[in-house]
Antibody, heavy 121, light 110 residues
Framework: EVQLVESGGGWVQPGRSLRLSCAASGFTFDGYSMHWVRQAPGKGLEWVSSISWQSASIGYADSVKGRFTISRDNAKNSLYLQMNSLRAEDTALYYC??????????????WGQGTLVTVSS | QSALTQPASVSGSPGQSITFSCTGTSSDVGNYNLVSWYQQHPGKAPKLIIYEGSKRPSGVSNRFSGSKSGNTASLTISGLQAEDEADYYCCSYAGNNTFVFGGGTKLTVL
């Protein structure tokens, strides 16, 4: 069974940093791309970032480019999101997700339960 | 990276068929056959119901079907059921290792 468990969320002041982690199990982690997707309270889904299986291909939403950094450790079956210069508009539930395919640019199939990030003074 | 355009809400009666639209541009929906659809019930994580425009993951009901024409993708639910009441989101690959979601459509089953 695929399991994605996020951690690292919490309350942080604007301008500060936070690092999210995602522990993956139940599939061959180093065979799939991974994504972070967020959802602000009461709002829709927003794709944040993705990383290919070997970290060779990385993409970011314009809203986080230059502030967030995605990374993975295939030896630890873990995905990370380093978030710097946080803003109030980054407040959201952050989901760790797995790409559905090893072949094409693959949007998420499995999702974790999310970790809540609140940016406020 | 502009969000794909989805109607805010749709409604239908049990047993009906209903279609959701998702409009993008020639840089995303129109350029790739890589549109996915997600169903999200309140307080739950999204669930993938369609990928690559029209393919269903294992276990997803064949009442869900997807298609695309030009820059617009569509999701159709046939034989509407009360349990289908949820938010529905489309997502497209947009090139350069980026993806974009639509704003979501709230389905109400009357």
């Amino acid at each position: 069974e695929v399991q994605l468990v996020e951690s690292g969320g919490g309350w942080v002041q604007p301008g500060r940093s936070l690092r999210l982690s995602c522990a993956a199990s139940g599939f061959t982690f180093d065979g799939y791309s991974m994504h972070w997707v967020r959802q602000a309270p009461g709002k829709g889904l927003e794709w944040v970032s993705s990383i290919s299986w070997q970290s060779a291909s990385i993409g970011y939403a314009d809203s986080v480019k230059g502030r967030f950094t995605i990374s993975r450790d295939n030896a630890k079956n873990s995905l990370y999101l380093q978030m710097n210069s946080l803003r109030a508009e980054d407040t959201a539930l952050y989901y760790c997700t797995k790409g559905y395919s090893v072949v094409v640019p693959a949007s998420p199939d499995y999702w974790g339960q999310g970790t809540l990030v609140t940016v406020s003074s | 990276q502009s969000a794909l355009t989805q109607p805010a809400s749709v409604s239908g009666s049990p047993g009906q068929s209903i279609t959701f639209s998702c409009t993008g541009t020639s840089s995303d929906v129109g350029n790739y056959n890589l549109v996915s659809w997600y169903q999200q019930h309140p307080g739950k994580a999204p669930k993938l119901i369609i990928y690559e425009g029209s393919k269903r993951p294992s276990g997803v009901s064949n009442r869900f079907s997807g298609s695309k024409s030009g820059n617009t993708a569509s999701l159709t639910i046939s034989g509407l059921q009360a349990e289908d009441e949820a938010d529905y989101y489309c997502c497209s690959y947009a090139g350069n290792n980026t993806f974009v979601f639509g704003g979501g459509t709230k389905l109400t089953v009357l």
